[in-house]
């Protein structure tokens, strides 16, 4: 494909994602592999995996994966496209809504419960996919995904520590 | 607020937030710069979810726009944005030359698996903190299933269940 068609598509791609975007950057993960690994084929299952794995390690919202991916497909213009079209609409959208005074709306607070569980449910669809793909190539990890898991989810502690004990792990078990 | 102070403080926001910035946001907004109440950011936030898009993105601009207007809105997302993309930069450079050496593909496979870890332990957390109805509960399993295992496309899950949830929650509210 060349690379105005790949550029078009990745702003086609992130645009519509970006609409239907509720809860945020990880709980979109799967319609993002969806896209990305079996509708354009820009990448393996597990390439996926490790580009958010990249994005998780680097500080800055979880929405920057985008533009990793957007870096693999078209470089630093493929970059920027690609979170423009993420975030430009819905900044816009964001920066119309400023004066909405929840006060004033109390059923608004009801409607975010509601959707919350949803958001809940696709960001957990996200990691048990991410895990998929990475145990899937190397058994071995499940104890980390695992123990990791346990760890965010009973501390308060910086995920930091998990992605290195992850590091190191894959540094001293998975070696060939 | 000087514009300055805006774009500082959500630089600090984007480079300290690992993992995700909702934690560190709170803490600088609220408790460290006092820019907003507990309250006031909660409201802005609650906002910054409903709307589709990043939450802490959206709660940028509206935060800056409500303090600085329309250059406001563009120096918190610079700030939030602009040291984290150049970090993200220079990793994908070292990704692409690097990753598959044989030293380094172990290190990254080993920090991928924690990563997808790290998001259900996220997700987890995010339920049991919300406490929600049983019936809102199953809304958030039938997404979960829709998403990982009949894997529905995304429009199709949250126009499905978006809708059932939020009318269950009016439904518990007049209840």
């Not at chain 1, 393996?44 to 800055?60: C, D, E, M, N, W």
């Not at chain 2, 991928?112 to 399993?141: D, H, N, Q, S």
């Amino acid at each position: 494909m060349s690379e105005e068609s790949d550029l078009h598509a990745l702003v086609v791609s992130f645009l519509g994602l970006s609409l239907i975007s509720v809860g945020g950057g990880i709980a979109v993960l799967p319609e993002m592999s969806r896209l990305v690994v079996e509708e354009h084929g820009w990448m393996s299952q597990l390439h996926f995996a490790k580009l958010f794995a990249l994005a998780q390690a680097a500080p800055g919202p979880n929405i920057m994966v985008v533009g990793l991916i957007g870096w693999h497909v078209a470089g630093a213009g493929g970059m920027f496209a690609a979170m423009a079209a993420m975030c430009g609409p819905t900044s816009l959208l964001a920066y119309g809504f400023t004066r909405l005074q929840r006060r004033e709306f109390p059923w608004l607070k009801r409607v975010e419960r509601g959707l919350v569980p949803v958001a809940v449910g696709l960001i957990a669809a996200s990691g048990l996919l991410l895990a998929e793909g990475t145990v899937r190539e190397a058994p071995l990890v499940l104890p980390v995904v695992a123990g990791s898991f346990l760890f965010v989810w009973r501390t308060a502690r910086s995920p930091l520590w998990v992605l290195g004990a992850g590091a190191l792990f894959g540094a001293l078990l998975l070696r060939p | 607020m000087r514009l300055r102070e805006l774009f500082l403080g959500y630089a600090k926001i984007g480079l300290l937030g690992f993992g995700g910035v909702a934690v560190i946001a709170r803490h600088v907004i609220v408790e460290e710069r006092r820019w907003l109440s507990e309250r006031d950011y909660a409201e802005v936030l609650g906002l910054g979810q409903v709307l589709p898009g990043p939450n802490v993105g959206n709660a940028a601009i509206m935060i800056g726009r409500r303090f600085r207007g329309l250059t406001g809105a563009l120096a918190a997302t610079a700030g939030l944005y602009a040291a984290p993309l150049c970090i993200l930069v220079l990793l994908a450079m070292f990704y692409d030359a690097f990753g598959q050496d044989p030293h380094v593909a172990p290190v990254m496979r080993g920090i991928a698996a924690a990563a997808a870890g790290m998001v259900i332990g996220m997700a987890l957390k995010m339920g049991t903190k919300l406490k929600p109805p049983i019936e809102l509960v199953l809304v958030g399993a039938a997404a979960l299933v829709a998403g990982a295992f009949l894997r529905l496309p995304l429009p199709v899950i949250v126009l499905g269940l978006g809708p059932l949830g939020i009318w269950l929650s009016l439904r518990r509210a007049r209840a």
